[in-house]
């Protein structure tokens, strides 16, 4: 029974991870989209999405975690 639970809880926890990680690769496609649109400087888009970008990739780190653990397999 406890092993249907820890399941469980996995479950939910990747389909939060995964949520947030589309969000977050959703946010950075829109506001490449909107600052080249506004600014048309490429320059201007990595000013304003850097840190964006920096998080979403550090994010997948977690990936290499998921799978080491065997929350997910790879």
């Known amino acids: 029974m406890p092993t249907n639970k820890s ?10 991870y995964n949520t947030v990680c589309a969000a977050l690769w959703l946010y950075i496609l829109l506001a490449t989209a909107s600052t080249l649109i506004s ?5 201007a888009v990595y000013t304003a999405l850097e840190t ?7 994010l997948a780190v977690a990936e290499i ?4 653990t065997g929350i997910y397999s790879s």
């Open 39 to 43: 600014s048309g400087d490429i320059l």
């Open 65 to 68: 975690l998921h799978a080491a």
């Open 52 to 58: 964006w970008t920096r998080c979403a990739q550090t």
């Open 7 to 16: 399941h469980s809880a996995s479950q939910v926890y990747l389909l939060i």
